[in-house]
């Protein structure tokens, strides 16, 4: 499931990633040997981090078999000729995801917009089969978190984060406890869905 998440200062976002990639074998989740997903994309006054399905099968009327498609292959796509993120994007991938039935996992994106110097938005959005569900963060709304339920639930009762105004100090901050977070999850869980390298943005 992995675990993403944006998170608002005076002077700017920071947006931290994991980059782990997990597999359902025999009813089990494992990590996928063969990929290490992209999850976290910077483009003109904003970035997105995503988790949760990070390949879906695609079915085309031109082909015999459904054709799978990397999230991060069709994200990097669509910044080439759009530079942005928008309602467009999100309308293409639901029409995707919706195309075959296999796709029972859904996709979440955490977007951070700048608006101008000192004002910040943040977005949440869950795309699934034949259905989306969009949420835009209140002023009040320091951080939006999205993956792994374990790994939230720490995040959610930090009530450091909402005193921390320099973006960079809370950058460093995210990142180190969610690498903190990964190694004690590794010793104790049978299974760490979350690690990988940590990757963060800081956007002004």
Excluded: W
Excluded at 49 to 75: H, S, W, Y
Excluded at 77 to 91: A, H, I, N, P
Excluded at 146 to 151: D, F, I, K, R, V
Aim: net charge neutral; aromatic share 12%.
């Amino acid at each position: 499931m992995s675990f993403i998440g944006i998170f608002k200062a005076k002077d700017g976002l920071a947006a931290v990633a994991d980059s782990k990639g997990s597999i359902r074998e025999n009813g089990k989740y494992v990590e996928d040997p063969g990929r290490q997903p992209q999850k976290l994309f910077p483009f003109s006054n904003g970035v997105a981090v995503t988790c949760g399905a990070n390949q879906i099968m695609m079915q085309n009327p031109n082909r015999l078999f459904p054709q799978k498609v990397n999230i991060e292959d069709f994200v990097y796509g669509y910044l080439q000729s759009k530079q942005t993120l928008d309602t467009e994007f999100f309308q293409r991938l639901l029409v995707k995801m919706s195309s075959d039935p296999s796709n029972q996992e859904p996709i979440h994106f955490l977007i951070g917009r700048k608006i101008r110097a000192g004002e910040y938005i943040l977005e949440r959005h869950q795309i699934g089969y034949h259905y989306y569900a969009e949420r835009i963060g209140l002023d009040t709304d320091l951080f939006f978190t999205a993956g792994e339920e374990l790994y939230q639930m720490v995040f959610s009762k930090m009530d450091i984060i909402a005193h921390i105004t320099s973006v960079d100090i809370l950058q460093k901050f995210a990142a180190s406890k969610l690498d903190e977070l990964i190694r004690f999850y590794d010793k104790t869980l049978s299974y760490n869905p979350v690690g990988g390298i940590i990757k963060s943005y800081i956007l002004k």
